[in-house]
């Protein structure tokens, strides 16, 4: 398949891969997350830190946010990795370079890659294409969420079993999907083996947002419909926590945006901090 022939990943996730690089290139160390494998795949060209959505100062709070969600993503795979868990799914995948970045832990997990099937050839042509070479305990899962509502069969397909407990992980995906599709999500995850873990993020109201940060999420909001992918769903903490027991999670949890601040950019002499809008859910089986 010619390269020209396959669909390039949506904007938002080149964006998120060149926010991670930017914060190698433009923040001081230390680095919440060290990631320009994104960028090589992305491969933007030369003039790509020119662009108007990746000014240093008027997008730091976006950056850091998303490389805080990535970190807080890493160590908890890491810790559940120690407890023996060895299943991985990446539900959006987008340009996730964990399997590239951490070989030593993951190649003790089976991992799945669940994107866009055009994403998807698109990404697997690019890392055939750097040199990376696709293991076997990476699968790359071809999954349209919003036209095939049975995408856990695919991952099973691919060979997840849904016996065994397993990492699942959604970051910067909620706010694209319908609310029914992401509460159907839900009720497929919780139906994993108990001990299973969720991991997901989702977007604040306007108004649940710092009157600072306001701004920017507006501004964020109309880029996303400018390049075709609008935001259409906000969740309170509240609301989200009850689709999480609605969907028959055995415990939920509402991690707030501000303490990820706390955890990895307390110490921080530069002012570099996340931006609020963005929360988690940690659910279990």
Do not use: C
Request: aromatic residues 8%; negative net charge; proline residues 7%.
């Amino acid at each position: 398949m010619a390269y020209e022939q396959i669909q390039a990943p949506d904007n938002t996730a080149v964006r998120t891969a060149l926010w991670r690089a930017m914060h190698l290139q433009v923040d001081p160390p230390p680095h919440v997350v060290q990631d320009e494998i994104g960028l090589q795949l992305a491969a933007p060209g030369g003039d790509w830190r020119d662009r108007p959505d990746m000014d240093p100062q008027a997008t730091s709070g976006f950056r850091a946010a998303v490389v805080a969600r990535a970190r807080f993503i890493e160590d908890l795979i890491a810790e559940q990795a120690v407890r023996g868990v060895t299943q991985y799914v990446i539900l959006g995948a987008g340009l996730d370079t964990f399997a590239q970045r951490k070989p030593e832990v993951a190649s003790r997990l089976r991992i799945f890659e669940v994107d866009q099937p055009g994403t998807q050839a698109w990404k697997r042509h690019r890392l055939v294409e750097l040199g990376y070479r696709i293991p076997d305990w990476l699968r790359l899962v071809p999954v349209d969420f919003e036209a095939d509502a049975s995408w856990s069969e695919h991952l099973s397909t691919a060979g997840f079993d849904p016996g065994r407990p397993a990492v699942i992980v959604s970051t910067g995906v909620t706010m694209y999907l319908t609310k029914d599709t992401t509460a159907a999500t839900l009720h497929q995850i919780a139906g994993f083996a108990p001990g299973s873990t969720l991991a997901m993020t989702f977007l604040l109201p306007p108004e649940l947002v710092d009157d600072a940060d306001r701004r920017g999420l507006r501004a964020s909001e109309e880029g996303a419909r400018a390049s075709g992918t609008p935001f259409i769903s906000f969740y309170t903490p509240q609301e989200m926590l009850a689709l999480a027991r609605e969907a028959g999670f055995k415990d939920a949890r509402h991690i707030p945006g501000t303490s990820l601040a706390e955890r990895y950019f307390a110490d921080r002499t530069d002012g570099l901090r996340p931006s609020t809008g963005e929360n988690l859910l940690l659910a279990t089986t």
